[in-house]
């Protein structure tokens, strides 16, 4: 009897010990579980259906220009170095220009004594014309012949053209003095935009002879002038469309990003490496080009589709199961799979078109590093 008891002690205590290890594990086995995925609320957000793309930072058409001149001579002033800063409009240079200024003075001189002459032989016509008025008016009344009339005319005529003739003469010198003037205004050279001298091919006490072309002085770049050139490859330009935003960065501020919006595409393709790019050409906001250099490498991301209040679930709670979208709701203590329709999706979110409701919740993977939620 003693020994028929203590076989029943020992199996309820068996027993025991059993159902505590089997607890154990279970709840071991949830714990792991538990461990291993956490629970999201769905709720509405923003996602964005983006490219990525290699740019290079290029200065625009008509940023850099190139400073000469049509003049010929020895400049005498050239006040700017590589590295300095211009504005617009002011002096660069001087060529001298003592031989032009001395010809002006001499065209000067014409002109003032073609003005005397002037005023002589209209004093003169305007003598021979009353004179005629006078002879006619005496032939009226038959005390003077037709021939005096007729060399009184002569007279006056004569002192007309030699008006016009003079007229003619100051004209000349004045158009002459204006070409001068022109050819003056060679000898002083202005900028023609703000920006930094990137180079300086002459210097001051050296002649420059002006030939059929222009004779380059300084080269001058506007930094304020930048756009950036997308590489697009081909199988993603039927997608990349004029007007789509674009997200921007360097190596040299990986922090900080830039955006701008494509202004054009060209149509013109480049080969590189055997593949086949279009270029799209995005306008750099001046406010910009305070960190940006011509000749960077950047790295852009075209938004292709930007959704804003859509339902979004992180990208590891969708699941792609016998051919099916699922993701897998929580219920209680369990889960159940159902199966979504999704949309657009970027690098965190994707888009539940339907399937799933606000609030409901669901469950992900854990990952090494949480995700931030969605952008409200």
Do not use: C
């Not at 014309?129 to 005390?143: A, H, V």
Request: aromatic share 6%; net charge positive.
């Amino acid at each position: 009897m003693e020994k028929k008891k203590r076989y029943l002690i020992f199996g309820l205590i068996s027993l025991i010990v059993i159902v505590v290890i089997i607890s154990f594990l279970i709840m071991k086995k949830n714990k792991n579980h538990m461990r291993n995925e956490e629970v999201y609320k769905v709720k509405k957000g923003e996602v964005l259906h983006s490219t990525e793309q290699t740019g290079i930072i290029k200065s625009q058409v008509g940023a850099i220009v190139k400073v000469g001149t049509r003049a010929t001579g020895v400049i005498t002033r050239l006040k700017y170095q590589v590295g300095d800063f211009v504005q617009k409009n002011a002096l660069i240079a001087e060529i001298d220009d003592r031989e032009k200024q001395a010809e002006r003075r001499n065209l000067l001189a014409q002109l003032e004594e073609q003005k005397k002459d002037l005023e002589a032989k209209e004093a003169q016509y305007s003598y021979n014309k009353l004179n005629y008025e006078r002879e006619m008016r005496l032939l009226e009344k038959e005390f003077t012949t037709k021939d005096n009339v007729d060399k009184a005319k002569r007279e006056m005529d004569v002192a007309k053209a030699q008006v016009e003739a003079s007229k003619a003469k100051i004209k000349e010198v004045t158009e002459k003095i204006g070409s001068l003037d022109v050819s003056l205004s060679y000898h002083k050279i202005y900028s023609p935009i703000s920006g930094y001298v990137s180079q300086v091919t002459t210097q001051e006490g050296e002649t420059v002879v002006a030939g059929l072309s222009a004779v380059n002085l300084i080269t001058i770049i506007d930094p304020t002038k930048l756009e950036m050139w997308i590489y697009v490859d081909e199988t993603d330009i039927g997608r990349v469309k004029k007007g789509m935003k674009v997200e921007y960065w360097v190596d040299a501020y990986r922090k900080k990003v830039f955006t701008g919006t494509i202004s054009m595409i060209y149509p013109q393709p480049e080969i590189r490496d055997n593949i086949v790019y279009y270029l799209a050409i995005v306008k750099i906001d001046p406010k910009d080009t305070v960190f940006l250099k011509p000749e960077m490498t950047s790295h852009a991301k075209i938004i292709i589709e930007e959704k804003k209040d859509v339902l979004v679930v992180p990208n590891s709670a969708v699941r792609f199961e016998e051919g099916k979208n699922v993701v897998y709701l929580k219920a209680g203590n369990n889960t159940e799979r159902r199966q979504v329709e999704i949309g657009i999706r970027d690098d965190r979110w994707t888009e539940i078109i339907s399937g799933l409701k606000e609030g409901e919740l669901i469950t992900i993977p854990i990952l090494k590093k949480n995700q931030p939620g969605p952008k409200k």
